[in-house]
DNA sequence: CGAAACCTTGATATACTTCAAGTTGAGTGG
DNA sequence: CCACTCAACTTGAAGTATATCAAGGTTTCG
């Protein structure tokens, strides 16, 4: 499952350029940091890291969804987020110092680019481009997440229901957004039932499309607004 | 209100090294940040940033307690965090290049330094352990607010109101809780009158005492376990 | 082809919200 | 310092969104 050897197929054609907090950076500071890193590939519902563990690495992903969650006392999910290509995974609890708060684990298959730590660190230290990037990102992040709280807390399911779909619209891109229906609960918060019955009342309104396992919106957006998680 | 004269009274005991983020930096650093700061007394209930506004600086809290929230369509708050002496409020947005996210009021008498916003950038593009500072702070401020949203859609309201309990206990630290009661389930986030009949359910219960608005925890910590926001 | 995971529907229970009305408390001006 | 007023607090009653439990149907995949 890892390889380090340059020659190897899959280090080819995984540019962490198009890794969107790397994309500031120089020609120069992402070779820094392709040389350093690993190219793993993750079939679906692999675990990538876990709540409660130390991080050893960041991870970026080239291709694939990837899950990010925590576990409730009863052991249900909640999900916090979809990450998809371009984005970076399981690099927040570094820089506060603490263990992963948030488990992830591959929705698909999945190709990443592992860094580990001290390579990480060490650019981190001397590259204030890549700091400010960082920054950034972690600060949208932390931004999005108060307004997921509050609307958690605000919201009906039924609300939150349209809310997630159009986040997840914007994640699946021309692809029709294809969850199982338990992830689907555990990203809205609420029972499975209770969002089967919702979508159920959806398309009944042809507020969306199901096929199978796969819905696409049809009029989520004229009648709920997306927030940004 | 606002005041620059370095020799005004106000001016004099409020050492930027107290700011938690601002304590790994030199005194030269401090120094610097200083120069360029204003002292500025709030009174209770005053507005200090609002949703939708663009940022102008940072608020250093040398006393007294802000809330910081969010608005719902119906206008009802959705309390984020209580900061208080030694916090720093407001810039999160200035990182992520984004409007406020979210407001503060002032709840109690404030006294806190405003530092502008072109003042602060200056630092952080020449300090980097001014930056590595404030990516640790933002970093655990994402990972608390993670923690919040699972709470919000897993935890019962009376589970939630143990937990913020707790948490406002460290806040008030030898003080008794003193919030209103619109407040306190807006941090809960539930209706007021739900708050209250879960408060007399904890009184009767012996977990609680209350002191007219005030409330003084006897033994939530052993039934229920803090969370960190 | 069989087993397991996933999905769906129905019936029942309940935690919580909302609305309404009354009480208490805090701050202000006379 | 008292009285007045507005905000804050409290209780009750009624309605509802959502969870939970139970059971059956369907897809997937080894």
Redesign the interface.
């Known amino acids: 499952m890892l390889t380090d050897d340059p020659h190897h197929p899959k280090n080819e054609f995984h540019n962490l350029k198009e890794i969107a907090v790397f994309s500031p950076l120089s020609d120069e500071a992402i070779h820094l940091l392709e040389k350093g890193r690993k190219i793993i590939s993750y079939k679906k519902n692999h675990p990538i890291f876990m709540e409660g563990a130390h991080p050893t690495g960041i991870y970026c992903i080239h291709s694939g969804k990837i899950k990010v969650f925590?576990l409730?006392?009863?052991g249900?999910e909640?999900i916090?987020r979809i990450a998809s290509k371009g984005d970076v995974v399981g690099f927040?609890?570094?820089?506060?110092?603490?263990r992963f708060?948030?488990s992830a684990t591959s929705l698909e298959e999945c190709v990443i680019s592992y860094i580990k730590i001290d390579v990480f660190i060490e650019q981190i230290?001397t590259n204030?481009i890549l700091?400010?990037s960082?920054?950034?990102e972690?600060?949208?992040?932390?931004?999005a997440?108060?307004?997921?709280?509050?609307t958690?807390?605000?919201k009906t399911v039924r609300a939150r229901l349209a809310i997630i779909l159009l986040v997840l619209e914007d994640i699946y891109k021309e692809d029709m957004i294809n969850l199982t229906r338990e992830d689907l609960a555990n990203f809205v918060?609420t029972a499975t039932e209770t969002l089967i019955r919702l979508l159920r009342d959806f398309k009944d309104e042809g507020l969306i499309e199901i096929h199978g396992r796969k819905i696409k919106l049809i009029k989520v957006k004229e009648v709920y607004h997306k927030a940004e998680y």
Chains 1, 2 share one sequence.
């Not at 972690?138 to 931004?143: D, H, N, R, Y």
């Not at 997440?145 to 509050?150: N, S, V, Y």
């Open positions: 925590t409730g006392e009863t249900k909640q916090i927040r609890a570094i820089f506060s110092g603490e708060k948030l230290h204030l700091l400010q960082i920054l950034r972690i600060a949208k992040e932390s931004g997440r108060a307004e997921f709280i509050k958690m807390s605000q918060g």
